[in-house]
C-alpha cells in the first residue's frame, strides 16, 4: 500500500481521490497543477515492482512502446516518470465505469447489440497493439472501460509484453503472468512466451463472462473456485457451452465464444480481425428481416408479372375505319346497304311464298328449314375480319421499368446509426463503432435481392477513420 493522500504531489500532477487499487499499484485521480480543469489518471506503482531494476527497465520499454498506441480506443499514456522511488504513469481521465459493473447490472447476460458494441472497441485495440507487437497480457473487464457514450476502451497495459520483430520477447519464457479467471493455458504453462492470441483467449473468457453473466469456471455451489483448481481447468477442461448458463445466448454468438477459448492456440481465432468480423456479423434472431421470405416475394428485376405461358392469347384489335370524306360514314352506309338488301329478300319471300304454299299444313320435318330461311332474311351485324385490307396492330406494352431498390431494414438501422457516429463521432473509438455498425449493415444486406453498395462505401469509410 502507497502512503499517499488526496492533494499529495506527483511531478506537476496533484492527487484528488483514489480511484482503485490493484495487483501493482493504485490508481488516482487528479489535475495538471497549472491548469486545474485538465482532469487524469494517474497509476502509481508498488515500490516491491518498482525497486525491482529488471522490472523498471522492462516496464520504460513496454511505457515508450505503449505511447506508440495513438488514434486506437486505448486509455494512452500521456507521461511516465520516476518520483520519490515511485514509478508513475499519467493518462486522461476518461469519465465512465469498469465493464465489470455493466456485468453485475445483467446478471443474466448482456443484449447482443451491446456485446457487439464494447467488443468492437476492444478487439480494434488489440488489433492495433498486436501489429505493433505488444500484447496485453492482462484482459478483463476492470481493464475495460466503458465511457458515458457508451464507447469502449482497453486501459492498463501494466504488464503487456513487447515483442521484437525478430520474434523475441521482453518478457521470458518460465514467468506466469497475469489473472487467473482470464489467463490462457500458454501464459499458465509458462513453457514459452505467449502471442496475441493469448489475448484472444482472455477476451473469449470476458465475452463468455458478458453473455451469460458468469465466469467460465466455478463450482455448481459456490461459484468460486481456488486459484490453483482455477489454472488447472483452464489448461485441461473445456468450458461448459454459454447457452447451458444462459439459454438466450444466440447460437452464434456461442459458436465465437467457444471458438476463442479453444486450448491451443492455433485452433482459435489467428487474428483480433478475424475475431472481430465474425462478431459482429452476427444478426438477433427477432432481427425483423425474414430473408427467405423476402426472395420469395420480391423479383430480383422489375415488377411482379404473370408468366408468359399463364396469359390467354388475344386477336388484335383493329383500328376503327377512318370515315370517307364527305356524304355518310362508311359503317352507317354499309348498314343501310344491308338493310335494304334484307327487306327487298323478305318481300320476295313473302310473296313466293304464299303464291307456292300448299294448303294443308306443313309437316315438322319443313319447319327447321322455314326458320332457316326467316334468319336468312334478318338483318346481321357486319363484321371486319382482321386484316382485311388493314394492317395488324400488335397490343401496345409499357416500356419497361426499372427495378426499385428494396432497403433491407435491419441493414437501413446499421446504417443510419452508423452515419450519425461518421459525421458527429468525436473519438477514433465512436468511428470504430460506426465502423462495426456499417459492417453489420453489410452483413444484413448480404442476402437481399439486390444489395446497397452504400453499405460498403460507409464500412470502407469509417474503416479509414479507425485507423484500419
Known amino acids: 500500500m502507497l502512503n499517499l493522500t488526496q492533494n499529495s504531489r506527483l511531478g506537476t500532477f496533484i492527487l484528488d481521490s483514489l480511484l482503485g487499487r490493484g495487483g501493482m499499484g493504485e490508481v488516482w485521480r487528479g489535475h495538471v497543477e497549472l491548469v486545474p480543469q485538465k482532469q487524469v489518471a494517474i497509476k502509481i506503482i508498488l515500490p516491491r515492482y518498482a525497486s525491482d531494476p529488471d522490472f ?114 521482453h518478457t521470458s519464457a518460465g514467468m506466469c503472468i497475469g489473472t487467473a479467471e482470464y489467463m490462457s493455458p500458454e501464459q499458465i504453462n509458462a513453457t514459452e512466451a505467449p502471442d496475441g492470441r493469448s489475448d484472444i483467449y482472455g477476451f473469449g473468457c470476458v465475452l463468455y463472462q458478458m453473455a451469460t453473466g458468469e465466469l467460465p469456471f466455478r463450482t455448481a455451489t459456490t461459484g468460486h473456485i481456488g486459484q490453483l483448481e482455477l489454472l488447472r481447468l483452464h489448461l485441461m477442461a473445456p468450458p461448459n457451452a454459454p447457452s447451458q448458463r444462459n439459454p438466450a445466448v444466440h447460437p452464434g454468438l456461442e459458436a465465437v465464444i467457444l471458438r476463442a477459448m479453444e486450448k491451443h492456440p492455433q485452433n482459435r481465432f489467428s487474428t483480433c480481425l478475424e475475431f472481430r468480423t465474425s462478431l459482429i456479423g452476427l444478426q438477433p434472431a427477432d432481427s425483423g428481416y425474414p430473408r427467405t421470405i423476402v426472395q420469395g416475394a420480391i423479383p430480383k428485376s422489375g415488377p411482379a408479372t404473370m408468366p408468359p405461358q399463364a396469359i390467354p392469347a388475344q386477336r388484335p384489335v383493329p383500328a376503327p375505319l377512318p ?84 432497403l433491407n431494414p435491419v441493414a437501413e438501422e446499421h446504417y443510419k446509426k ?35 453498395p452504400k453499405y460498403q462505401e460507409l464500412a470502407a469509410r469509417l474503416a479509414k477513420s479507425c485507423g484500419g
Not at 504513469?89 to 455493466?102: A, F, H, K, N, S
Not at 496485453?136 to 481493464?143: C, S, Y
Open 56 to 169: 523498471r527497465a522492462r516496464f520504460q520499454r513496454e511505457a515508450v512502446a505503449m505511447a506508440s498506441l495513438s488514434n486506437v480506443p486505448v486509455v494512452p499514456l500521456e507521461n511516465f516518470f520516476e518520483e520519490n522511488g515511485h514509478l508513475v504513469l499519467v493518462m486522461p481521465y476518461i469519465e465512465g465505469e469498469t465493464l465489470d459493473r455493466v456485468i453485475e447490472r445483467n446478471p443474466s447476460g448482456m443484449p447482443l447489440e451491446e456485446i457487439q458494441h464494447v467488443s468492437t472497441g476492444v478487439l480494434s485495440a488489440l488489433e492495433a497493439a498486436h501489429q505493433r507487437g505488444i500484447i496485453h497480457r492482462d484482459i478483463k473487464p476492470q481493464n475495460i472501460l466503458i465511457g458515458r457514450n457508451g464507447s469502449a476502451y482497453l486501459m492498463d497495459f501494466g504488464i503487456a509484453k513487447v515483442v521484437d520483430p525478430d520474434g523475441s520477447g
Open 418 to 452: 452508423a452515419r450519425h457516429l461518421e459525421e458527429n463521432g468525436a473519438s477514433i473509438s465512436d468511428f470504430c463503432s460506426g465502423q462495426a455498425l456499417a459492417e453489420k449493415a453489410v452483413a444484413a444486406d448480404r442476402d437481399s435481392p439486390r444489395p446497397n
Open 323 to 406: 370515315p370517307p370524306p364527305g356524304g355518310l360514314p362508311f359503317a352507317k352506309f354499309v348498314g343501310l346497304a344491308a338493310m335494304l338488301l334484307a327487306l327487298a329478300g323478305g318481300a320476295w319471300w313473302v310473296v313466293h311464298d304464299r303464291e307456292d304454299a300448299p294448303a294443308e299444313p306443313t309437316s315438322k320435318k319443313e319447319e327447321p328449314e322455314k326458320k332457316e330461311k326467316k334468319e336468312e332474311g334478318k338483318p346481321r351485324p357486319v363484321v371486319v375480319p382482321a386484316g382485311a385490307g388493314l394492317p395488324a396492330q400488335q397490343p401496345q406494352q409499357a416500356p419497361p421499368q426499372p427495378p426499385r431498390p428494396t
